[in-house]
């Protein structure tokens, strides 16, 4: 106890709460500024407090909240305790750099060298997933070849094609997809120049911010090294891009490839996701590993790339977004979706742990 005179202050509280670390930036909580003084709030025997953290995705939120009331139970006096999480999403990309997308904290692209691996699919269920942990979550469609997004959330090809591009509010998610307007079957051939204009377009004339600002805005890329990706790096300061790849090997190769491009742009990678990464049998719930197991993780370590999980082949993954429900939302509780969360978890995390070295930097 301290200079109080027996009676509890918030000091005392503030304490106890030190020594809880964060996982990922390896500092106790308080120095890290997670618990404001005004939050805390101590009345006879009954001590309240509020943890703001990074991200309302974070990993261990139910870990910590459980550390921090024993840690204030066990202060003397202490007879009734109350934590409160909550989250407040910093943003990435201030200072140098591209040009900050209007009401948007975190821009996370999802990329891969090679259609067909999955990269739709996991944007749009990593978006949900951010968004059932309680963010505030965007997609955008940069696909301009092959707009996916649409129909894998029930919207049709080109109904905004008479009314003019717009953000459209689907299950909690901002979207806008040029697959609004452009009429379906119509094929678009893009030329270099033109891509860049869309993907500006998409970028930084569309008004992501209103209704409140993005915590995260996930950028669904093109394939390859193209036009898209390379104006979407240069048009907006990227948090990290996430590679999509299935485990056989020239899918590898390939990912092998976005990875060294976004280093090129200096846009960090967060890592790889193994899509497709094993099947099990609706009968007799065998797995099997259809391409192969373990090569995207060995790849990862060769690279100096996190590894962010795998996401296994599910049938009702297909038929979900081919019904316009993605898994995630049509299935929260399953298999999948659940792995789909915890991936969304370790992006989010390190999201923030890019906001918090890039502060650094210009702090010191
Ligand atoms: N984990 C999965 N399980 C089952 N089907 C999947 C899975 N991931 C993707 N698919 C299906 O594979 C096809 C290609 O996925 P898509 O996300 O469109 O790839 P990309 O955007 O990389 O071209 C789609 O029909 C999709 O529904
Ligand atoms: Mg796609």
Redesign the pocket.
């Known amino acids: 106890m301290t200079e109080t005179n027996g009676k509890l202050s918030k000091a005392d509280v503030l304490a106890a709460l030190s020594e809880i670390q964060d996982p990922d930036l390896h500092r106790d909580i308080v120095a890290l500024g997670f618990v404001p003084e005004d939050d805390i709030s101590i009345s006879g025997g009954s001590v309240s407090v509020k943890i703001v953290l990074t991200t309302p995705a974070c990993p261990v939120r139910e870990e910590m909240q459980s550390q921090a009331k024993e840690l204030i139970q066990a202060l003397p006096g202490v007879d009734s305790v109350d934590v409160t999480m909550d989250a407040a999403v910093r943003s990435t990309g201030i200072g140098q750099g591209p040009k900050v997308i209007e009401g948007v904290r975190n821009v996370i692209a999802i990329a891969?060298n090679?259609?067909?691996?999955?990269?739709?699919?996991?944007s749009v269920n990593l978006a949900l997933a951010l968004r059932k942990f309680g963010a505030q979550v965007g997609l955008m469609d940069a696909?301009l070849t092959?707009p996916?997004i649409p129909t894998m959330l029930g919207l049709a090809a080109g109904f905004q094609a008479d009314t003019g591009l717009a953000i459209v509010e689907r299950f909690g998610l901002r979207v806008a997809s040029l697959g609004f307007v452009l009429k379906r079957g119509l094929p678009v051939v893009w030329r270099g120049p033109m891509i860049g204009t869309g993907v500006r377009q998409l970028i930084h004339d569309m008004p992501w911010g209103e209704g409140g600002e993005l915590d995260y805005l996930i950028v669904?890329l093109p394939?390859g090294t193209s036009d898209a990706s390379m104006s979407a790096a240069q048009e907006a300061p990227i948090a990290g891009a996430v590679i999509?790849t299935t485990p056989n090997a020239v899918s590898l190769e390939d990912a092998i490839k976005a990875v060294t491009m976004f280093e090129k742009l200096s846009v960090p990678v967060f890592g790889l996701i193994e899509?497709?990464s094993y099947f099990v049998c609706g009968h007799c719930n065998e797995r099997t590993d259809i391409f192969g197991h373990g090569g995207v993780r060995e790849a990862a370590e060769e690279l100096g790339v996190d590894y962010l999980g795998e996401?296994?082949?599910?049938?009702e993954?297909?038929s979900a977004?081919?019904a316009g429900v993605p898994i995630v939302e049509s299935a929260p509780e399953s298999e999948?979706a659940e792995a789909f969360s915890a991936i969304a978890q370790k992006i989010a995390a390190k999201t923030s742990v890019q906001h918090f070295f890039a502060e650094a930097a210009t702090a010191s």
Not at 114 to 122: A, D, L, Q, Y
Not at 311 to 315: D, E, F, R
Request: aromatic share 0%; no cysteine; net charge neutral.
């Open positions: 891969s090679k259609g067909g691996v999955g990269k739709s699919t996991v696909d092959g996916n669904d394939p999509v899509n497709m996401i296994p082949l599910v049938t993954v297909r977004a081919d999948v």
